[in-house]
DNA sequence: AAAATCAGCAACCGCAGTGAA
DNA sequence: TTTCACTGCGGTTGCTGATTT
């Protein structure tokens, strides 16, 4: 049995909304309220609507207090960490910017904030010897293996990632010691050691379930929500006051001799890697490989001796190792 | 100047979750 | 417990104006 439509589409008026539409759902919702029903609103308000069309118009453009036009700053930064984090979950990532909506801020990322990474990306990153992958079916096989001994990967898909903002909150004394040359970029993620390998660890490997038991599937908006409402102040203090750290790749994860690397698994850790090299190869980039975690490699670090003495902090410009196994 | 292409964004579609009956 | 109407969400489409050829 199909579900029954919403309304009659014949009988329904689709495309952009005249200004008398609005005038007339804008004035009846302040008067009356939605009722709590938005299907039989249109018919109260004598709209040939859907009421679905209507509840997207009002939330997306007539109700008050929208806030419509040039994104800050602060903005682009809370849009690009939450979806570092979170993915294109748009309503958590709407409700933490007040007078955005969740289209808005979804139409934005798809048509300027992606591609100011992408370009920065492609401006800047430089392929690895060793790490580069001619073609899709290589990485493809040297994943086999990953996801052949992780059935479900989904299961352990876990919510939230919670080493993102431990350390930025309260970073390690020590590291601030090794802040050396590096420019701070607004719109990059700070991760410290110890959150790579523990959030690659957390969220890739099977062995992870027990550590991070909050599945993204069964966790509530809400939690999230206040999950980043805490922390998101504390995340953009952090980008103003850690603005001088070395940002280096997995690579040199995989490669460095310190204790904290040592703990890393690195079987995940070298697909993640694969999936970002391949991205130097334009012709077998896909829109999502191609954007995934965009790994900034300091042009100074070049053999194991320099590896040795990295700072212990990583940036990325986006996640990709979080959007890889949500596909 | 016209055609083609691109970019931005409003609106639509369909699925999943929720709660009432 | 099941069914189903309704809501909310994320992905996608398609229109429009701007830019390039």
Not at 27 to 35: K, N
Request: charged share 20%; aromatic share 10%; with cysteine.
């Amino acid at each position: 049995m199909g579900r029954a439509p919403c309304c009659d589409k014949a009988n329904v008026k689709r495309g952009p909304w005249s200004p008398e539409e609005d005038a007339k759902l804008k004035s009846y919702i302040q008067l009356h309220g939605t009722g709590g029903n938005w299907i039989t609103l249109p018919q109260k308000v004598g709209l040939k609507r859907c009421g679905k069309s209507c509840r997207l118009r009002w939330l997306n453009y007539l109700r008050p207090n929208i806030k419509h036009g040039e994104f800050t700053e602060e903005e682009d930064n809370i849009i690009c960490s939450l979806y570092l984090s979170i993915g294109s979950r748009w309503s958590i990532i709407a409700a933490q910017l007040p007078g955005r909506t969740d289209n808005d801020i979804k139409n934005y990322w798809n048509t300027k904030l992606k591609k100011k990474l992408l370009g920065k990306q492609r401006k800047d990153h430089r392929p690895r010897t060793g790490y580069l992958h001619n073609n899709k079916l290589d990485m493809m096989k040297e994943n086999e293996n990953f996801f052949a001994s992780t059935p479900d990967i989904n299961a352990y898909y876990s919510w939230p990632p919670q080493p993102l903002f431990s350390t930025l909150i309260a970073p390690q004394n020590d590291l601030a010691e090794n802040s050396a040359n590096f420019q701070y970029s607004p719109d990059q993620v700070y991760f410290s050691q110890d959150q790579l390998c523990q959030s690659s660890t957390n969220q890739l490997i099977a062995s992870s379930a027990s550590m991070n038991p909050l599945n993204i599937n069964t966790c509530d908006s809400s939690v999230i929500s206040s999950y980043y409402s805490s922390n998101i102040n504390g995340v953009i203090n952090s980008f103003q006051e850690y603005n001088n750290y070395v940002p280096v790749g997995l690579n040199d994860v995989l490669n460095s001799t310190t204790s904290h690397s040592q703990q890393i698994d690195k079987s995940a850790l070298e697909m993640v890697n694969s999936s970002t090299i391949s991205t130097t190869s334009p012709d077998i980039s896909t829109s999502w490989e191609e954007l995934s975690p965009l790994i900034v490699y300091p042009p100074s670090v070049s053999n194991s001796e320099t590896q040795q003495e990295i700072s212990p902090y990583y940036v990325f410009e986006e996640s990709r190792y979080l959007g890889l196994l949500k596909q």
